[in-house]
Structure formats: structure tokens, C-alpha cells
């Protein structure tokens, strides 16, 4: 069973910056996908970007152009490089083991505990 470890949230004002930390321990990382996901209360988890061993990388429509996924397999870690925030981005943010089937991301049942982002305007 592969553990997730988050980091990197907290309070940012709308147009800020924050990059989330995600380190993955128990499985054979640099042959794994990974995605990070977000989720409000009320609604369901929904995937923000998602990164496969190779590289591949796909975005939510609602955070292309301002977030980027990247991974460093030395040191186990996925992260998640957040720019030009908006309120609608607070969220508690996961990251998740999946994997990759005709360049698209399919969640995997390891996932982090979370980490909480609040965008204030």
C-alpha cells in the first residue's frame, strides 16, 4: 500500500502563488501516475492535474494555464505549482496513486489526507 503525504497548504490571497508537496513512500514511484485532486464540502472530489510516469500531463480546464504538475522521481515527490489563485480554488487538495489508459488519468485507490487551501479575495 503506497502512502501520500501532502504539504505545502494554507491561506493566499486571489492572485497568489502556492506549490503543494506530494511524497509517496511504499511502492515503486517513478513507474507510477499521480494526480491531484480538490474537494468542497457538498461536492464531489474532482481531479486538478494529473501527471503519468512518462510525463504526460492533463489539467482540469478550469486550472490550465495557471497550475503545473511535476514530478521528481528521486525524491518520491509529486508536486502542484498553483499561480494566479481564485477564491473558487479553496478547496482541501489530494493527491492520489492512479494510472494512465489512452492519455487519461484514472484515480487509484491510495490517496493522501489532504491538505487544506483557502483563497481569499
Known amino acids: 500500500q503506497v502512502q501520500l503525504v501532502e504539504s505545502g497548504g494554507g491561506l493566499v490571497q486571489a492572485g497568489g502563488s502556492l506549490r503543494l508537496s506530494c511524497v509517496a513512500s511504499?511502492?515503486?514511484?517513478?513507474?507510477?501516475?499521480m494526480g491531484w485532486y480538490r474537494q468542497v464540502p457538498g461536492k464531489q472530489r474532482e481531479m486538478v492535474a494529473a501527471?503519468?510516469?512518462?510525463?504526460?500531463?492533463n489539467y482540469a480546464d478550469s486550472v490550465k494555464g495557471r497550475f503545473t504538475i511535476s514530478r521528481d522521481n528521486a525524491k518520491n515527490t509529486v508536486y502542484l505549482q498553483m499561480n494566479s489563485m481564485k477564491t473558487e480554488g479553496t478547496a482541501i487538495y489530494f493527491c492520489?496513486?492512479?494510472?494512465?489508459?489512452?492519455?487519461?488519468?484514472?484515480?487509484?485507490?491510495?490517496w493522501g489526507q489532504g491538505t487544506q487551501i483557502t483563497v481569499t479575495s
Open positions: 492520489n496513486v492512479g494510472s494512465y489508459d489512452a492519455d487519461s488519468y484514472f484515480p487509484g485507490g491510495s
Open positions: 511504499g511502492g515503486t514511484f517513478r513507474l507510477t501516475a
Open positions: 501527471i503519468s510516469s512518462g510525463g504526460t500531463t
